[in-house]
């Protein structure tokens, strides 16, 4: 009888190991997809802006990280079309770099702001 109790243990000891492996796989493929047009429309409503410039490398990253969700940004163009001046509007809001996001306390971001510190920083929450 003592035969057949180490192969049942190292049987058991396999399918449980499997049975983590597949658990964790699932665990860490089950990422939530960021609610971007949600973000977009409530920072819009907040009245928070973006300050870019079209040949700005970071302004276009931040762009493709809200993909077509940023039509809802309020995006201001600062550069003029030649790329060597500033638009009224930035020199106005005194824009220095780019991306500069402005949010309505009349603080200032300058740089590439995630999902999350947009979120954070204008008390968002995604709808459950």
């Known amino acids: 009888m003592k035969t057949y109790i180490r192969p049942l243990i190292i049987v058991l000891v396999i399918l449980l ?6 658990g ?3 665990y860490s493929s089950a990422k939530v997809t960021p609610d971007y047009e949600g973000l977009a429309k409530h920072l819009t409503s907040q009245d928070v802006k973006m300050y870019g410039a079209f040949w700005c490398h970071i302004c276009i990253k931040q762009e493709k990280l809200f993909g077509d969700a940023f039509q809802y940004i309020t995006y201001i163009e600062s550069s003029t079309p030649d790329g060597r001046g500033q638009t009224d509007a930035a020199k106005e809001a005194n824009i220095t770099q780019y991306p500069t996001w402005v949010f309505p306390d009349g603080s200032r971001v300058v740089g590439l702001m995630t999902y999350e510190q947009l979120s954070k920083k204008s008390n968002y929450s995604p709808p459950s």
């Open 24 to 26: 964790w796989y699932n």
């Open 17 to 22: 190991a499997a049975a983590l492996v597949a």
